[in-house]
């Protein structure tokens, strides 16, 4: 799926942050709205992306794109959080060349996180800002909780020995 992809580093407020999330993705009045936030700071305000004029989006479980890591990193073109894809024939992989002759100054823009791979095909670049960050008594919302190896071993360990007894309730093993 990959082989004609041609990777270009898109400068983004996301594109070096290690730990990105994607909270939220609403796509409402004409507008693709994603937020993002970065899990070790909490001083930075959630970052959102605001696409116009986009024909389609597709949102991915990052953990079914393991082949497209593996490729980024084979052929030298790992660059960030966010690129922009180049392929031949343009749009091939979604199936919708036509839509050049359509939206002439249309790409194909790729934010990838913790969680999500969110593609965009769109005319124009998205409105990056701010929004406010969620309050210190509410819960952040995301899919999932990451426990980092030598930051979180104490969580860790309690996860894998819930696990174990779960797995075996007679307590054998």
Known sequence: MYQDWQITRWDTPVADIDRLVMVSLTDANCELTAVFEDLQST???PLRAR???YPGYRNIDEAYRTDLWQWLDETGQRCGNTFIVTETPLLASWGTVYLH???PTIQHFVIATLDDVLEVIAGETPIWDTVDAATVDRNRPRKVEHLLIG???DKIDRLVA???SRNNPDGAG
């Open 162 to 164: 819930d696990i174990k």
């Open 151 to 153: 930051e979180d071993d």
């Open 101 to 103: 002759d359509w939206v």
């Open 51 to 53: 696409f116009r004029h």
């Open 43 to 45: 001083a930075n305000a």
